[in-house]
């Protein structure tokens, strides 16, 4: 039987819990029965149900499942699925499938753009279901007033375009890649090449509308000021769906300059990284130089990806005055607008923004690691992970350095629970990709040998991360003698240094039986282990 026919017939019939508990695969337990029947009901109609709710047996459950998946890693016939998909067409449904779900004891989780780094918004090791916001993904310009309200399923590419489209001159300071989620994103904080200038998306979210745990959809106003602090930065998986942003848009010049500059030599690109660091973070705000260390063939490189906020004319006086070791030239840049700047670091080719509303999978996988310097690494220490791409495991790796300061080193360490403000000159990111399922410890373990190496040199006590480089070696639930708080204390300080009492106090209030959990989420102060 159809799955629509099928639920209209419930519909009619009261006797849905035996037909249902007849019908669903066996691996569906009796809670998951009462919440299908619960949600059809809420939902009412059969059209809208069959748009909604996708179960195993539906033939769009695979492809609806795997349509976000950006990391591999966790698409494998041994990855748990869930029980259930349901892709709301209105944010209605989201507040029906939160109050089912917690009245029939329904574990779930919260997918965007499908981004996050450890799968969690799409992989649980407890029965669960999804629920997946592709379909709330309106984007809403008040360009007068210089602001958007952008729905999560949105990506950060659909955003930019919306804006670029609009207005040359508008930007929206956020990720590089534009098939990133807005729900997980900004609710991670969220940073690319505008961040010395503008910090992090996060930082410019003004309202938001979510749906908290008792299935209320509250706005910036009813939620509180904690609330609407924790979801800027603190991980949005612990507190509430967010079904929409209010964001506020920033200038940037009609011209812009972008450039990337490559050096093969080994003793000489480790040189420049090391200057570099002395350099990317202080040098005025308009400038923005990444580090990309990775191999091409059999050849370590270095390249040095930039945008800077103005012409080329004055971007070659300000670096041949600053960092006059880059030995940057006119050949390597092109002036552009901004919104073509987005597509140029995205590497897409030459091809109009139009591209950036295109939704695409990643088909490699990858682990990532990431940390935070405070003083510059020896050149002792750069050439020792220059020599570590050497090595056969690190054929697809990649070391990404990302320049802090300006914007950045304003914003106190309390006001978003992001911490790592002043004091950081850059985030590194470990990042190793491969093919195919086999083998993929060595390329882990590799990961973690350059983390490792690097401990002596980057930030301690704690030890810094970014929620939003999700990395569940640093610690998840397991349950035991500890309390789920001190469990999520030893990572939680990790993302969020002193933030993460406060979080905690937030998550207490607003979802104190832990309906919105995870293996890193934030605990309350008395939850209970059930991971
Ligand atoms: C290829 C790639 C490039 C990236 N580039 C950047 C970058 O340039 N800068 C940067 O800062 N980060 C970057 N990231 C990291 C990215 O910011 C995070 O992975 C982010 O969490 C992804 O959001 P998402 O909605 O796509 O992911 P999802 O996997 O959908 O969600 C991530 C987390 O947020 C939760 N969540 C998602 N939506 C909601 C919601 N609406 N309400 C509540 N919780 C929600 C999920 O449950 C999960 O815990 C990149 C990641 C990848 C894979
Ligand atoms: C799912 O498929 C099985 C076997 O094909 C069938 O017996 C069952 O009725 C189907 N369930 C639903 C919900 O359609
Ligand atoms: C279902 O929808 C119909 C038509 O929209 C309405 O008349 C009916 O009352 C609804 N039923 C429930 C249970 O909400
Ligand atoms: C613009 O913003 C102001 C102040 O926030 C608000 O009062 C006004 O209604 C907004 N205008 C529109 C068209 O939304
Ligand atoms: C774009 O926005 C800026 C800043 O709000 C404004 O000054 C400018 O007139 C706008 N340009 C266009 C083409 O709308
Ligand atoms: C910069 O150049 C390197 C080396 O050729 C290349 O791998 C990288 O993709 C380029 N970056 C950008 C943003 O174009």
Redesign the pocket.
Known sequence: ???QS??SSILLSFTTTIL?L????HSVSANHAGFLQCLSFRLNDSNIISKVIH????SSFSSVLSSSIQNPRFSTPGTPKPVLILTPVHPSHVQSAVKCARRFGIHIRTRSGGHDYEGLSYVSHKPFVIIDLKNLRSITLNIDNRSVWVQTGATIGELYYEIGKKNKTLAFPAGVCPTVGVGGHFSGGGYGTLLRKHGLAADHVVDARVVDSRGRVLERREMGEDFFWAIRGGGGSSFCVVLSWKIGLVDVPSTVTVFNVTKFEEQSAVKIVHRWQFVSDRVDDDLFVRVMLQRFRDRVRASFPGLYLGSVKSLLELVNREFPELGLEESDCQEMTWIESVVWFAELGDVSIDVLGKRTRASLAFKAKSDFVQEPIPESSILKMWRRLQEPEAELAQLIFTPFGGRMSEIQDYETPFPHRYGNMYEIQYLNYWRGGEGREKYMRWVERVYNEMSEFVSRSPRGAYINLRDLDLGMYVGGKRSKYEEGKSWGVKYFKNNFERLVRVKTRVDPFDFFCDEQSIPTFSSVDVM
């Open positions: 039987m159809k799955l099928f639920l249902l007849l019908s669903i695969p179960t195993p047996n539906d």
